[in-house]
């Protein structure tokens, strides 16, 4: 292998490596399972490098300016992106989202037990995006929560026009004055941090964020802890929510319906949906039950389409 060094590159960073095994037959040769002189096409490190860099800056610059960003992608955020993007193919479509692996709570269902629990009707968004279930009559059983929750964000992210940045957590809200908002605000964006630096404000000094403009905000980051409620909390610190309700013990049958019909837009620009909104309006937490997750995505993804609609 010939490697040619990097000041003689052609331009662009593009691969400049004469190997005379630069072919197809190793295409064949694993077709035919023949393993013993295998050997991939050559590569520089600065290949690989530059392959996910040029990527992640570009989406960086693409994104600054977005049309919605969704904050969290667990169930709901991810439903959310889902029928924002197949609607709505010309909307760039940001998620911002803290953990590295996307999907929330939703890769179990209740106390680390595999299967899933959907009331109908949001079976019909299992079958929308293919994924499996046993009918129990009102209810469905996915076999799997992983199941829905791997298919749904694969959908997610082949849709071209949605970037996720996970390991990315949102720590403020971008705000503009708005007499005409109850708290005198509009909310016209976020701010964001890498999660691991935004968990250290308390030991570090000067780690500034970043910005995405967006005129649509809509936050889905779970009932209160360590991460969740995020942008509810902090429209009560910055006084544009008067207080929190509190979310209330488990009651699925109260606590599944106020959810969906709950979801809206909270203060001009910022639409709630999923368990944060449970910290808003007092409402019950449902447990292992996730068919107000979807559905909530839905009408969060029917709010914000509404706004461009206008
Ligand atoms: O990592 C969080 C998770 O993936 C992410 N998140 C939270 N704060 C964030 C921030 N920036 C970026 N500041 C943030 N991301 O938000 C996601 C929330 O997912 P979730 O599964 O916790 O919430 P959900 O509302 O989609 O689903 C709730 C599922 C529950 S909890 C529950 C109960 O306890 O009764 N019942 C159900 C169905």
Redesign the pocket.
């Known amino acids: 292998v010939d490697v040619v060094e990097p000041a003689t590159l052609p331009h662009k960073g593009s691969v400049a490596i004469s190997n005379d095994k630069l072919n197809t037959k190793t295409a064949d040769d694993v077709a035919e399972g023949k393993w013993k002189d295998f050997s991939f096409d050559a590569i520089r490190e600065s290949q690989v490098a530059r392959a996910m860099a040029r990527r992640y800056f570009n989406d960086l610059d693409r994104y600054a300016e977005s049309d919605i960003v969704i904050?969290?992608?667990?169930?709901?955020?991810l439903s959310t992106a889902y029928t924002l993007a197949k609607a709505r193919p010309d909307l760039k479509i940001a998620i911002?989202?803290?953990?590295v692996s996307?999907?929330?709570?939703?890769w179990l269902g209740g106390q680390l037990f595999s299967a899933m629990v959907m009331r109908k009707p949001a079976n019909k968004f299992l079958i929308d995006i293919g994924v499996p279930f046993e009918d129990e009559g009102p209810y469905v059983v996915v076999k799997h929560a992983a199941l829905f929750t791997s298919t749904l964000l694969s959908k997610v992210l082949a849709f071209p026009n949605v970037k996720l940045f996970n390991a990315?957590?949102?720590?403020d809200l971008i705000t503009r004055r708005d007499e005409s908002a109850p708290g005198g605000v509009r909310i016209a964006g976020v701010v964001t941090n890498w999660t691991l630096v935004a968990m250290h404000h308390e030991d570090q000094s000067c780690m500034d964020p970043s910005t995405i403009n967006a005129p649509v905000i809509i936050s889905?980051?779970?009932?209160d802890g360590p991460?969740?409620a995020?942008s509810v909390k902090r429209l009560v610190s910055m006084q544009a929510l008067e207080r929190l309700g509190g979310m209330r013990g488990?009651d699925m049958n109260t606590?599944e319906d106020a959810i969906v019909r709950g979801t809206r837009e909270i203060v001009p620009g910022l639409i709630v949906g999923?368990?944060?909104l449970s910290e808003v309006d007092g409402a019950n937490?449902?447990?292992?039950?996730?068919g107000?997750?979807v559905l909530s995505g839905m009408k969060a993804a029917e709010e914000a389409l509404s706004v461009f609609e206008e």
């Open positions: 904050v969290g992608a667990g169930s709901c955020g911002i989202e803290a953990s996307p999907g929330g709570g939703a990315t957590s949102v720590e889905t980051t779970g009932h991460f969740g995020f488990l606590a999923g368990m944060e937490r449902m447990g292992p039950t996730f107000a997750m």
